[in-house]
């Protein structure tokens, strides 16, 4: 059996880079429809990502939650469990620049800030693949806020579900932020779809579902979506949202879980990728 490690110094470097660069540096694909937006407060919108690049500030006061993706071989091994590595990470980021701390360790009663943004959110997926592959979001509570899952009758068809994702973000798509990235998980179990949604939310734009029904659902709920003119921060001009992606997986034939996700207008995450070192065994 091979075994293989991840040099974690390194990895270090790169993520918490990565994890700077998108708080205070807005990505290519939104930076382009934040310019060609000429609607209400454009101006505003557009000096605050020159601020934010020029001065390393977040484009955003909530710099939010991180979530990360882990796809890693079973054989990797680090010095620290992963999660414990990716939490130093954050905490160290957070705490050396002027970003808000927006986690709190009780849910419920006390609601204590734990004063370095951590714990983070981490999914870890074995893959075959021979590098160490990590995406992160960064998820403000405004859009967190408009997750949702629908466990839905099975016989319901495409339409359906299109009209109940479609009345989602009519009544509520202005309180996150719009334009809207939105990621939809269908199948799976209940807390699967979730993922699934989440899973979704760190594909590219304009990339469609290898599955051509599946891209063509994601092209008409864009339509669709679109067709409400909530507009940029919900004031009615540009877009709504940027693209819709699906992600799907076999469910029970009794069942049919439909989990909504997005992403605000600033579309917060990356990924790293690094090269994975064998370890002699002897």
């Known amino acids: 059996m091979r075994i293989y490690t991840v040099d974690t110094n390194h990895l270090d470097h790169v993520l918490r880079e990565e994890l700077l660069r998108a708080n205070v540096v807005i990505n290519n694909d939104v930076r382009m429809y934040v310019e060609n937006y000429d609607g209400p407060f454009n101006d505003v919108l557009k000096k605050n990502i020159e601020v934010a690049e020029k001065l390393k500030l977040p484009l955003c006061q909530d710099t939010g939650m991180v979530e990360f993706f882990v796809f890693a071989n079973p054989n990797v091994v680090t010095d620290k469990p992963i999660e414990f590595l990716l939490n130093d990470i954050v905490r160290k980021l957070y705490r050396e620049n002027p970003f808000r701390y927006s986690v709190v360790e009780d849910?419920?009663?006390?609601?204590?800030?734990?004063?370095?943004?951590?714990?983070?959110?981490?999914?870890?997926?074995?893959?075959?693949?021979?590098?160490?592959?990590?995406h992160f979001l960064i998820k403000g509570g405004g859009s967190e806020n408009l997750t949702r899952l629908f466990m839905l009758n099975p016989t319901i068809g495409k339409q359906e579900i299109i009209n109940l994702v479609v009345q989602h973000i009519s009544e509520n798509g202005a309180k996150a932020c719009p334009p809207l990235k939105i990621g939809i998980g269908i199948g799976g179990s209940a807390e699967k779809a979730v993922i699934l949604s989440k899973l979704a939310?760190?594909?590219?734009?304009?990339e469609r579902n290898v599955d051509r029904n599946y891209a063509q659902l994601e092209k008409e709920l864009c339509e669709k979506i679109n067709s409400l003119k909530i507009g940029f921060q919900g004031l009615h001009a540009g877009p709504t949202v940027y693209d819709v992606h699906i992600e799907q997986m076999p469910t029970h034939i009794a069942v049919l879980p439909v989990a909504v996700s997005v992403d605000c207008y600033l579309c917060r995450g990356g990924s790293v990728e690094i090269e994975l070192s064998e370890i002699e065994c002897r």
């Open 107 to 134: 849910p419920l009663f006390e609601r204590k800030n734990t004063f370095d943004n951590t714990p983070c959110i981490v999914h870890i997926f074995q893959t075959e693949l021979k590098t160490f592959r990590i």
């Open 201 to 206: 939310l760190i594909r590219k734009f304009g």
